[in-house]
């Protein structure tokens, strides 16, 4: 059989036989982080850019499943309902050097079982922050909303040091932000082929 590179996209996803999901705008991201005084959370409620995903067959062999598609987040859109530390995590994410973070999307351990209406499983994605990249599992929930219509949830606990990040210091040290955060996530995948 003769290659056809215009079958195929990177990441050895197979564009004749991939499912192909479309990002929608009603996708959100939240970080979850604490300092020594108080909680915060700072969210995207909406994503703006046509991002699409996709998913490939399943390997024959150890049943994952290739995915290849992109997330590119501006930094400046997250919002933490506070200004300072808005301007905060603005700062220690390096937004004016590496203004986005991006999620490229590799593979889930298995193909999703939806015929209960929910499915959860692991997957793999490089996250790129603060210009660090770095591989990590994570853990999902894919939901069927509609025929066509899917939700795509998860999350994971990311230190800032994993990116080479300091986290945000107040009074001269007083007030320290907590290394450690939390991502969740809700992508509303929009199914593009049938």
Same mark, same amino acid.
């Given at each position: 059989?003769?290659?056809?590179?215009?079958e195929?996209l990177?990441?050895?996803?197979?564009?004749?036989n991939?499912?192909i999901w479309?990002?929608?705008?009603?996708s !959100?991201?939240?970080?979850?982080?604490?300092?020594?005084? =108080?909680?915060?959370?700072?969210?995207?409620?909406?994503y703006?850019?046509p991002?699409?995903?996709?998913?490939?067959?399943?390997?024959s062999?150890?049943?994952?499943?290739?995915?290849?598609?992109?997330?590119?987040?501006?930094?400046? =859109?997250?919002?933490?309902?506070?200004h300072?530390i808005?301007?905060?995590l603005?700062?220690? /994410?390096?937004s004016?050097?590496y203004?986005?973070?991006?999620?490229?999307?590799l !593979? /889930?351990?298995?193909?999703p079982n939806?015929? =209960?209406?929910?499915d959860s499983?692991?997957?793999?994605v490089?996250?790129? /922050?603060?210009?660090?990249?770095?591989?990590f599992? /994570?853990?999902?929930t894919?939901?069927?909303?509609?025929q066509?219509t899917?939700?795509l949830?998860?999350?994971?606990?990311?230190?800032?040091?994993?990116?080479?990040?300091?986290?945000?210091?107040?009074l001269?040290?007083?007030?320290k932000v907590?290394d450690?955060?939390?991502?969740?996530?809700?992508?509303t995948?929009?199914?593009v082929?049938q």
């Amino acid at each position: 059989m003769a290659f056809k590179p215009d079958e195929y996209l990177f990441g050895g996803v197979n564009k004749k036989n991939a499912t192909i999901w479309a990002v929608q705008k009603t996708s !959100s991201l939240r970080i979850n982080g604490a300092s020594n005084v =108080n909680k915060f959370g700072c969210e995207i409620t909406q994503y703006y850019s046509p991002d699409t995903i996709f998913c490939s067959e399943e390997n024959s062999v150890n049943k994952s499943v290739t995915l290849s598609g992109n997330m590119k987040i501006g930094i400046d =859109n997250f919002d933490c309902h506070n200004h300072i530390i808005t301007n905060d995590l603005r700062k220690t /994410l390096k937004s004016s050097d590496y203004p986005y973070l991006i999620i490229h999307f590799l !593979s /889930l351990e298995r193909k999703p079982n939806i015929a =209960n209406g929910k499915d959860s499983l692991k997957g793999c994605v490089d996250i790129q /922050l603060g210009g660090i990249t770095h591989r990590f599992e /994570l853990n999902y929930t894919f939901e069927k909303i509609s025929q066509a219509t899917f939700k795509l949830n998860g999350n994971r606990d990311f230190t800032f040091s994993d990116f080479k990040l300091e986290p945000p210091k107040k009074l001269g040290g007083i007030i320290k932000v907590k290394d450690s955060f939390t991502v969740d996530f809700s992508l509303t995948l929009i199914k593009v082929n049938q």
